[in-house]
């Protein structure tokens, strides 16, 4: 993704989900950004283009030991 994509993106999510966050591109790929808490990996965004219209997707895996305490 361009820059200042990026940027705005990244303004977006803070507003809408936390202030905190923030994305980085993604060394072997340029359709997608990483998304971070601090200095937590959390989620990665891609970028989907069809027919003309430009969406993003957030995609955030919690592995069961994550929310099961161990």
Do not use: C, W
Request: hydrophobic share 40%.
């Amino acid at each position: 993704m361009e820059r200042e994509e990026t940027l705005r993106l990244e303004a977006y999510l803070k507003e809408k989900l936390h202030p905190g966050l923030r994305l980085l591109a993604r060394q072997k790929a340029d359709d997608s950004v990483e998304v971070y808490l601090g200095a937590e990996f959390i989620a990665v965004v891609y970028k989907d283009e069809d027919e003309g219209e430009t969406s993003y997707q957030f995609m955030m895996t919690v592995l069961k030991e994550d929310i099961m305490g161990g």
